[in-house]
C-alpha cells in the first residue's frame, strides 16, 4: 500500500512538473510572417524534447480570413500525409514540424495553426499537448500608379473642384503620396484626402494649384513607383497689374518725359489667359477710350499740360479685371534733376522737427534747379525759390516749378 501511494505521488509529481514547463516542449519564433507574392514562408517550429524518448502526432491546418478551415498536413515521427491539392505547395520539415510554403499568394493569406501531441516513453502514459497559431499575410508588389484628373480640362480659379485619383493594377496594402512640381503635398483647408490617400479632392483651385502632379505609390515590399506626369492648367487673374516705360523719368505714379519725345508704355499682368487691354484717357472729369493692347503709344507735343492715363486689363475667361492709373507731364529734363516726395536740399531742419511732422505738405513733385554763375555747385527747390524774384534780373535761368499732387485712383474711370 506504500508503495502504491510513492508511485501515485511519483507521477502526480512528473505531471505536474511536465505541465508547468509544457511550453518548453516547442518554441516558436515568430508568430506572424509577412510573405511575398511568389517567394516561400518558413513557418519554423523548433522541438525541446528528445525524439527517441517520445511519439508525437500531429497537424498543420489553415484558417483563412473568410473563415474557412483546412487541415494541410498530418503527420508522426515515421509518416506524413499531406493533403493532395496542396502536395506540390507545401513542405514539412521533419524533425523540428515547421512547415515550409512555396510561392505564396494572397489565397495563402490568413491564421496556420499546430496541434501537437507528445507521448513520453516513460510508463507513465502522460500525453503533452501543444497548440501555436501563427498569421500570415502575403503582399503583392506594387504596380505603376495610374493617375487621373476630373474634369479633365482647364478650370477657372475660385469657381472650380478638382478630384485626383490614383490607382494600381496590382499591389496590397498600397501607400499613397501625392507631388505638385515635385514637392509633397502637405495639409491645407482646401484639401481632402480619402483615407488610404488614393483621392485628394481641391475646393476650390486657386492660382497656386497649377503645375505638374504626380502621385507615389509603395508598400512594405516595394519601393516609391512613380505615376506619369498630369499638368493642371487653371485659369486665374489678373493679378499685379503694372505700367511701365523705358524712356523718361518715373517718380511713383508720375511719368515725365521731355517736350516732342515720343513714349511708349506697356502694361502688363499676371493672368491666364493672357489679357485684353483698354487704355483710358481722363481730362476735364471726362474719360475717353483711346486705344486697345498692351502697348500705348503718346506723342508729347500734343499734351497742353499734365495728363492722366489708366490701363485696364480683363480677363474674358475669368471675368476679373484690373487697373493701374498714373500721370504724364512735359517737362524739360536736360540738367533738371527731378525728385518725387523729398524734403529741399537747401532748406535746413530746425533742431524740433524730424522733417517728417508735416508729410502732407511736401506731396508733390519738386524741380530742383541748378543756376549758373556764382551758384553753379548750389542747388535750390521750389519752396526756397519762393524767396528769389530778383534771380531773373541775375540773368540766371530758372524753370517752372511744376506742382502737382495725383488724386487717389479709382477702381473705375468710367463710371
Known sequence: MEARGRTALYVCCVLFTLTDVSSEFIHVPSSIHHGIEGKSVLLSVETRFPLDDVEIQG?????????IRTTLVTFTKETTITDMMYRNHLHFREPN???????????????YHLNLNIAFHNGTGLVIKEER????????????????????YAVVEDKANVTWTCSVERGTRVVFQWLRDNVALGLS???LFSQDNSTLLISPVRKEDKGTYHCL???AVSQERHSRAAELNVYYGPYNLEVNSDQGLRTGEVFTINPGELVFFDCLADSNPPNSYVWISKSRNATQVITEGPRLEVRSYRLAQAEEYLCRAFNNVTQKQNEAQFTLVVASLGTVLMSIYNRPLSEQKRPHRSGHEDATEDFGIYEFVSIPGKMESAQASCRSLAHL?????MHTTIYDVIRHVPETPSHSLLE
Do not use: C, F, M
Not at 389 to 393: A, F, G, M, P, R
Open 59 to 67: 497537424t498543420w491546418s489553415h484558417t483563412r480570413p473568410s473563415g
Open 389 to 393: 524774384e530778383s534771380v531773373q534780373d
Open 217 to 219: 505609390a509603395s508598400n
Open 97 to 111: 514540424v515547421s512547415l515550409l510554403i512555396r510561392k505564396v499568394n494572397q489565397d495563402d493569406e490568413g491564421d
Open 133 to 152: 497559431t501563427v498569421h500570415v499575410t502575403v503582399d503583392v508588389p506594387v504596380s505603376t500608379p495610374v493617375i487621373e484628373k476630373s474634369p479633365s
Open 189 to 191: 483647408d482646401r484639401y
